[in-house]
């Protein structure tokens, strides 16, 4: 379990932490608890997420078992910068669905010496990277990775099998357009939608 690290007193040190995974895998859970804890440390937070992100509530993060916490919803990374003064504590669900200035945004938030907690998808249904995941992995100081269970053998999973045909990369749902899966799981899932089910396995 992440806990924060301790920090020289003297210094107000910002740094930038992710914590990814596939659908059901508690990333915002993961968010949730760590804004929390800050709360409770009685710091500054602010929540964002990405505008077009309304499955639950507009202005609420709210992971899949339903826990919540106030956020405000942004279209542009830019618009977190000039929002997130004055406090401690920047928190940023769905991650993925930023623009690609985000890295730069974080990087910019932590150098001023803000602790930046972001949640995102590491991979789309196609098991691609996601969006700036990677950039965002990259310059994270911690990351944290959580894992769902395969709906099919019960091993652990981190891919996202897109249950519809769909070819968009964003398509918001829950367990009616998604399932969470192993990579053997998930690759059969594949071969088997491109009627290649006796092939040796791709990618
Ligand atoms: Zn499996």
Not at 89 to 103: G, R
Request: aromatic share 8%.
């Amino acid at each position: 379990m992440f806990l924060e690290p301790q920090l020289n007193p003297n210094r107000q040190t910002g740094w930038v932490e992710v914590v990814c995974g596939s659908m059901f895998s508690g990333k915002t859970e993961e968010l949730i608890r760590r804004v929390n804890r800050a709360l409770i440390a009685r710091q500054k937070v602010l929540i964002f997420k990405p505008a077009m992100d309304n499955r639950y509530d507009d202005i609420k993060v709210v992971s899949h078992n339903r826990n919540e916490i106030h956020s405000m919803p942004v279209e542009f990374s830019h618009q977190i910068l000039a929002l997130a003064h004055d406090c401690e504590v920047v928190a940023i669900d769905e991650a993925q669905f930023f623009d690609e200035n985000l890295p730069k945004i974080c990087n910019l938030l932590a150098n001023k010496g803000i602790r930046v907690i972001l949640s995102g998808l590491d991979m789309d249904f196609e098991g691609k990277p996601f969006g700036c995941m990677p950039q965002l992995l990259a310059i994270a100081e911690f990351v944290t990775k959580v894992h769902a269970i395969c709906v099919v053998c019960g091993g652990v999973a981190s891919y996202s099998f897109r249950l519809s045909a769909s070819k968009k990369q964003v398509l918001l749902g829950e367990t009616d357009v998604y399932e969470p899966r192993c990579r053997h799981c998930f690759t059969k899932g594949k071969q088997i939608e491109a009627g290649l089910e006796n092939e040796i396995p791709f990618e």
